[in-house]
């Protein structure tokens, strides 16, 4: 929630070609390190519950794996999904040029997805 927070804020001043770098300068070396960190720690010492494939690995370093029915190479990596669809979702209100109704749309994004799970518990 914080971490959404922030990212609502960052992109007040940020455009939308700004906002991806900035994400993905923020994200990806950091990422990349703890895939190659996981990979090799499973190639030398894994057992056949923990095997990975070469494919495997270089998807995971796009953070799109999910996306591409391809297991993680680390289970903790499960919240990517969810936050590059967060990403997506503010990356297109900057591409709609909405900057200005960030802060209504940060007050009612909670709101909507509250009512998301009401319904879908229904």
């Not at 190639?43 to 690995?57: E, R």
């Not at 109704?101 to 509250?114: A, D, G, K, T, V």
Request: charged letters at 15%; glycine letters at 4%.
């Amino acid at each position: 929630m914080i971490s959404g927070y922030v990212i609502f804020y960052s992109a007040k001043n940020r455009t939308a070609s700004e906002f991806i770098i900035s994400r993905a300068v923020r994200l990806y070396p950091s990422y990349w390190f703890g895939i190659l960190f996981t990979s090799c720690f499973v190639i030398y010492w894994g057992s056949d519950l923990m095997a990975i494939d070469p494919i495997q690995i270089l998807t995971n370093f796009t953070m799109f794996q999910s996306y591409l029915e391809i297991s993680n190479v680390d289970g903790v990596y499960w919240t990517l999904e969810y936050e590059l669809s967060f990403y997506l979702a503010v990356l297109i209100i900057l591409i709609l040029n909405l900057r200005k109704e960030l802060n209504f749309i940060f007050i009612m994004w909670p709101i909507l997805m509250s009512i998301a799970l009401l319904i879908d518990k229904q």
